[in-house]
């Protein structure tokens, strides 16, 4: 029955998709004064054991529909209006019960002001930098989440500097009352070298809780020839958590070979730690992500964090030929400190079968979180066409065993996702 449903959504996406081209070709131009474009996307996701207790049968499908309407006006070459209307609609089931919810609104609205080397961009906007770990577009993310606020750019030959302050916008779970401000600086002396630095403070509720925290970051790209490219970051935090002070940090490096003669096929290792401790000590040293993410880069499952974490990672990816894509990864997890939780992709700790939280403050079971398989794939049969499927596995290990009352099934996650833009 599933493999039914699977393929009647993949099908009914890629007549969608003909259909909406049709309408693409009949559309009367854009002038240069405004542009309108948009976007659907239907995915389907299974999801089997994701408590790791086979007998429980938690079983999970999300049915998702994401659509996007973007609108850009231009008074001037300086003076820009960008309008993102957005519609999220999700249906999961679970054991024979549904629930459904459905999101609209716009995702951004700004303003966009330049004025030789300097700019300004005020409203509703994505505040992302890097690769994603501590300030995401969470572009998977059915709904995403953007921030109001206002960013002052400043732009030289070889540097640009953005000084912003943020709060939600359309935003998952706005009632943490998130504040993000700070600097984010880039230096590109060169076409082989390039370093940000970046300076944050995040101010969050949890746990009914005030959070406050300084992130210092550094992030250099190299670029090791013509083959290989070598991306790190580096960041270390103080602040609160709560009424304890916190010290933390962490790290990640990313070495690319691509292969001669390969479809742009590229080697990947990379290395990534996060620091953890033991929550109930006199001082936090769990690392915060702040509002970042590690879908697809610790793991497309998600169940991997940068939060006590400390994994290795070997991937292979490509473009046999300009309409297919694939990624294939292997993701072997420990945590940091084996007295703390282990972590999801969004930050929060992973539950287990009784659905409380895994974790074992005598530290006793380990720090063996398991290992993840995935593989994507993804072909474009038309410009604005694009069908992709994914496959993920977990193996538990012996940290999961133990702290889950003995059960340690094999995890496995399924997608089809079809999108349209036109």
């Not at 082989?192 to 992030?219: C, F, M, N, T």
């Not at 940068?306 to 292997?330: E, I, K």
Request: glycine letters at 10%.
């Amino acid at each position: 029955m599933r493999l039914f449903w699977m393929a009647t959504i993949a099908f009914t996406g890629y007549l969608l998709g003909g259909v909406l081209t049709v309408c693409a070709t009949t559309k009367s131009p854009s002038s240069e004064a405004m542009q309108i474009n948009a976007e659907w996307r239907l995915r389907f996701e299974d999801r089997m054991c994701t408590d790791f207790c086979a007998p429980n049968h938690k079983h999970p499908e999300d049915e998702l529909s994401r659509f996007r309407m973007n609108l850009t006006l231009r008074s001037s070459p300086n003076t820009t209006l960008f309008a993102r209307l957005q519609h999220s609609y999700r249906r999961n089931r679970l054991n024979g019960t549904a629930d459904t919810t459905e999101k609209s609104g716009f995702g951004q609205l700004y303003l966009d002001n330049r004025w030789g080397n300097t700019s300004l961009r005020l409203g509703r906007q994505e505040i992302v930098y890097g690769d994603n770990r501590v300030l995401a577009i969470a572009g998977w993310d059915n709904v995403g989440y953007t921030w109001d606020a206002v960013k002052l750019g400043f732009k030289g030959n070889r540097w640009q500097t953005d000084l912003f302050y943020g709060r939600p916008g359309m935003f998952p779970n706005s009632n943490t009352h998130p504040v993000l401000y700070g600097v984010y600086a880039t230096y590109k002396p060169s076409a082989q070298w390039q370093s940000d630095l970046y300076l944050l403070r995040k101010e969050v509720i949890a746990s009914g809780a005030p959070h406050r925290l300084w992130a210092v970051g550094v992030r250099p790209v190299v670029q090791l020839g013509k083959s290989a490219k070598l991306t790190a970051e580096a960041v270390v935090q103080t602040g609160q958590a709560g009424s304890k002070d916190l010290r933390a940090w962490g790290y990640w490096a990313r070495l690319e070979y691509t292969l001669p003669h390969a479809g742009g096929t590229k080697l990947i290792l990379q290395r990534d730690f996060a620091s953890g401790g033991d929550p109930d000590g006199a001082t936090a040293h769990t690392f915060d992500q702040l509002f970042g993410t590690t879908f697809s880069q610790c793991g497309r499952m998600g169940l991997q964090g940068w939060r006590n974490m400390s994994t290795w990672r070997l991937g292979l990816s490509g473009n046999p030929s300009p309409r297919w894509q694939f990624t294939a990864d292997v993701h072997f997890n420990r945590l940091a400190d084996p007295k703390d939780y282990w972590y999801s992709s969004g930050g929060t700790p992973i539950k287990g079968k009784d659905g409380k939280a895994l974790r074992d403050p005598t530290g006793s079971a380990g720090t063996e979180v398991g290992t993840e398989f995935n593989c994507t794939l993804t072909y474009s049969p038309a410009r604005d066409l694009q069908l992709s499927a994914g496959y993920g596995v977990f193996l538990p290990g012996r940290f999961v065993r133990q702290t889950n009352g003995g059960f340690a099934d094999r995890t496995q996650w399924f997608y089809l996702q079809t999108t349209r833009k036109f």
